[in-house]
């Protein structure tokens, strides 16, 4: 829940540590420190201007606002949990203050609950899968001769032999009660039927949840069952499972049994009973880390019986690229996959398999999830190994995505980020404007301090910060796009200099006095230019790195 309510923050929510510049594990000496500093400042009665008056005033303000909050235990530890929005909640008069930041927390989730369920019937959860299968084999086996007398006898014969399409949606009625609508229809070789399932769900406690399921349908006929999952300690779960199918040839009941426990921090070992047409035992070991997948199953059961193995790699790039291969052998022969998948945008991922084995030959299949939709197509190429057919399977996708990607994914990605990145800079485009109000103001009641301080570093040969400029940097040829993007913040570093040392947290310097982000959106550094002891020094670093200055690898070598 806390990372959906951090996505909502307001863009105008102010980091308060950044604004007085102490570390998250600051001290209520260096909170207080920091806050007498300020107050310096930014206290109104040192200015008689009355525009200066006025801007000092709303500076001073936003400063006691930040060092009420963090000087406070109970409402910090709210604050670090939740952010300035988690202060906003409508209840928090009665939370005891002398919580944990876990006990607030909860009550925390609590709160929002009751929020949250007035919109609960707003909400569903639409999920679906079309899968259309497609007959190639004419492309690889076929006679040699084509039949002149035939229509098209020339060109490969390709057809859609099946297709199936499943949807379901969820509709909260209460806090723990949901109902789930799905349904599906299929065909094969133009023979075809479909089912609708209604499944009534309730989370009895944290440690588990029961449904139950009605179905009707034209093939099998009407179907009742039920379902039941139980965390029987933190390390293993339970999951039971039974239901009575009323088809043609009478009633056919069935049951699983599945237990799982977690035998390390990444790996899961299941063991899974089940009873009815299909009865089978499986037992499968399964070690998920942050860059690699690796499962092992082994089946005994009628009809079927097989062991698998499978092994997924995870490259640690922007696009979540995986590589997979398994390989699967029992009664009904061996199957052997390899296959690729990658993020295609922010909400879709492509992934295609290659599958060959005896006796079923080569299938290549392409999956494409769109959020919450998938789109399966498998492609039958031919019924034996044939060298060609493998070949083309593999070359052919690689190929295919590689021009798609070059001509219109990439330039559509471009876009689209382009595109967000304008409407983000519209929507805050008051409130950037506001802050670059602040900033200019807080530099203007700085002036009188940053000449002592400067007078006072001189006398010593200390820290003078000569230029500083923040956001993001262009080449040089862009003299008019760089403008817009960097903003001169010397004075506020110089004013900030204290026994001729800098020191920066480990936060985004655009909540720092004197700063407002110029680029919204994008990656920003900071650029220092500075003298310390005579001797000149430059720097550039990240925008949420923290900074530490005077330092002797910031030296600038001079030329002989």
């Known amino acids: 829940m806390a990372a959906s309510l951090e996505d909502d923050f307001e863009f105008n929510n102010q980091d308060y540590y950044s604004l007085l510049n102490v570390r998250k594990e600051a001290t209520t000496e260096e909170l207080k420190a920091s806050y007498r500093r300020l107050c310096m400042l930014y206290h109104p009665d040192k200015h008689r201007d009355l525009e200066l008056k006025r801007q000092a005033e709303q500076l001073f303000n936003q400063v006691h606002q930040a060092y009420e909050v963090l000087s406070d235990a109970h ?22 203050r002398k919580r944990t930041p876990a006990e607030i927390r909860e009550e925390y989730e609590r709160l929002q609950r009751e929020r949250e369920e007035r919109r609960l019937q707003q909400r569903t959860n639409p999920k679906g899968t079309i899968s259309v299968g497609v007959d190639a084999t004419d492309l690889f086996d076929r006679y040699e001769e084509d039949f002149e007398e035939m229509p098209g006898g020339g060109f490969p014969h390709i057809e859609i032999n099946k297709m199936h399409i499943s949807q379901s949606i969820e509709a909260p009625l ?51 069952g039920f379902k039941v999952f139980r965390n029987l300690t933190p390390r293993c779960f339970l999951t039971a499972q039974c239901g009575l199918q009323f088809s043609p040839r009478g009633l056919r009941p069935t049951c699983s049994l599945m237990t799982a426990r977690h035998l390390d921090q990444n790996t899961m070992g299941y063991l899974q009973w089940r009873w009815g047409p299909n009865s089978a035992m499986t037992t499968s070991l399964v070690r998920d880390t942050k860059s690699s997948h690796f499962t092992l199953a082994l089946q005994l059961g009628v009809p079927h019986s097989y062991l698998m193995m499978s092994y997924q790699y995870k490259f640690q790039d922007e696009d979540q690229t995986k590589v997979k291969g398994s390989v699967k052998t029992g009664w009904f022969g061996t199957v052997v996959e390899y296959g690729a998948e990658r993020k ?10 290659v599958s060959m084995g005896v006796p079923q030959g080569v299938t290549l299949k392409i999956k494409l999830a769109r959020a919450s939709q998938t789109y399966l197509f498998p492609i039958h190429l031919t019924d034996q190994l044939l060298p060609s057919a493998v070949f083309y399977a593999t070359a052919g996708p690689l190929l295919v995505y590689m021009v798609v990607h070059r001509l219109i994914i990439i330039p559509y990605t471009q876009a689209q980020k382009e595109q967000e990145l304008e409407l983000q800079r519209k929507s805050s485009a008051t409130d950037i404007a506001k802050k670059k109000q602040e900033a200019e103001s807080a530099v203007l009641l700085m002036q009188e301090s940053v000449r ?17 400029w923040y956001g993001k940097f262009v080449s040089d040829t862009s003299q008019k796009q760089e403008k817009a993007k960097v903003i001169d913040v010397t004075v506020p570093l110089q004013c900030l200099v204290k026994d001729s040392k800098l020191i920066l947290t480990e936060a985004s310097k655009a909540g ?5 982000d110029p680029c919204v959106g994008e990656e920003k550094s900071l650029k220092l230019l500075y003298q310390f002891r005579g001797v000149m020094h430059q720097v550039i670093s990240a925008d949420t790195d923290p900074l530490r200055i005077p330092k002797q690898s910031h030296r600038i070598e001079s030329e002989s």
Do not use: C
């Not at 133009?190 to 009605?214: D, H, L, P, Q, Y």
């Not at 720092?512 to 407002?516: C, E, H, K």
């Open 75 to 96: 409402s910090r530890a709210i604050y670090d949990i939740f952010g300035k929005k988690g202060l906003e909640v409508e209840g928090w008069e009665v939370v005891e």
């Open 174 to 224: 209460t806090n723990s009660d949901t109902a789930v609508l799905s349904g599906s229809l299929s065909t094969h070789n133009g023979n075809g039927g479909g089912n609708i399932n209604m499944t009534i769900r309730r989370v009895m406690s944290a440690k588990g949840w029961g449904e139950v399921e009605f179905g009707a349908g034209d093939i099998l006929g009407p179907l009742i």
């Open 344 to 353: 295609i945008s922010r909400h879709s991922v492509l992934s295609a398999t």
């Open 452 to 468: 002592r301080i400067i007078e006072a570093e001189e006398s010593k040969m200390g820290l003078i910060i000569l230029n500083a």
């Open 512 to 516: 720092l006095p004197g700063f407002y």
